[in-house]
């Protein structure tokens, strides 16, 4: 259970399921070899993907091409269906740094057979998740910078400006298929410049001037 509590400033929360989007920024559907999909891309994250605070993400030893994807993670405060866009803002708790791992090859075969992504994106240690920050020190949540470094050299930098599904609406249409409860984060989706990482790197995620989150990849 202790892998389950994420820190917030003041409190610990027991994380809930983990709601994930794909192609949310348009540089990086362009970089997959894809369009902008029509309908949100929405995958899942099991509790046991969740690395809090960082560690050591494991390539399990079915893979041989894991990458990274920094991401916004959006904390949800309370439960909710079928939520309006506004008032979708005050289920959120707060904000923390992602990074959504990703088993490429896993994922890349998956895509060509119609098979579902469940292993390339929810594998143990997949979810590295930083501190939350909760909402009222965010000014502006689509106005951050979203920072990846992989051994000191940046990989990914964007702006959450980018997203083509802003947080209103992500929280809308999520809620009107799962119904949200407090605890769970929603990863809204990776800029552009995802890449390989391989045993024996080190990642760090920051949202930047708020919070960071640090691992270092490890082979199984
Ligand atoms: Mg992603």
């Given at each position: 259970?202790?892998?389950?509590?994420?820190?917030?400033?003041h409190t610990t929360l027991a994380v809930g399921k983990m709601l994930c989007?794909?192609?949310?920024?348009?540089?990086?559907?362009?970089?997959?070899?894809?369009?902008?999909?029509?309908?949100?891309?929405?995958?899942?994250?099991?509790?046991?993907?969740?690395?809090?605070?960082?560690?050591?993400?494991?390539?399990?030893?079915?893979?041989?091409?894991?990458?990274?994807?920094?991401?916004?993670?959006?904390?949800?405060?309370?439960?909710g269906k079928d939520i309006p866009e506004d008032e979708a803002m005050s289920y959120v708790?707060?904000?923390?740094?992602?990074?959504?791992?990703?088993?490429?090859?896993?994922?890349?075969?998956?895509?060509?057979?119609?098979?579902?992504?469940?292993?390339?994106?929810?594998?143990?240690?997949?979810?590295?998740?930083?501190?939350?920050?909760?909402?009222?020190?965010?000014?502006?949540?689509?106005?951050?910078?979203?920072?990846?470094?992989?051994?000191?050299?940046?990989?990914?930098?964007?702006?959450?400006?980018?997203?083509?599904?802003?947080?209103?609406?992500?929280?809308?249409?999520?809620?009107?298929?799962?119904?949200?409860?407090?605890?769970?984060?929603?990863?809204?989706?990776?800029?552009?410049?995802?890449?390989?990482?391989?045993?024996?790197?080190?990642?760090?995620?920051?949202?930047?001037?708020?919070?960071?989150?640090?691992?270092?990849?490890?082979?199984?």
């Amino acid at each position: 259970m202790h892998n389950l509590i994420l820190k917030a400033t003041h409190t610990t929360l027991a994380v809930g399921k983990m709601l994930c989007l794909g192609k949310n920024y348009e540089k990086h559907a362009r970089e997959m070899g894809g369009d902008v999909p029509a309908d949100p891309v929405i995958f899942m994250k099991p509790a046991t993907a969740l690395l809090r605070g960082g560690g050591m993400v494991m390539i399990p030893t079915v893979s041989h091409e894991l990458h990274h994807e920094v991401e916004l993670v959006v904390v949800i405060d309370r439960a909710g269906k079928d939520i309006p866009e506004d008032e979708a803002m005050s289920y959120v708790l707060g904000y923390a740094v992602g990074l959504d791992m990703t088993l490429r090859d896993l994922q890349s075969s998956a895509k060509k057979r119609g098979e579902p992504w469940a292993v390339a994106k929810g594998f143990d240690t997949s979810a590295p998740i930083s501190e939350v920050l909760p909402r009222d020190h965010v000014a502006d949540p689509h106005a951050l910078t979203l920072n990846l470094k992989v051994n000191g050299e940046t990989r990914q930098h964007g702006s959450t400006g980018d997203m083509i599904l802003k947080i209103p609406a992500i929280i809308s249409y999520l809620s009107r298929i799962f119904t949200l409860e407090r605890g769970d984060c929603i990863f809204t989706g990776t800029p552009e410049g995802v890449g390989q990482v391989v045993a024996g790197d080190r990642l760090a995620a920051e949202l930047e001037g708020l919070v960071a989150v640090e691992v270092t990849v490890g082979q199984r």
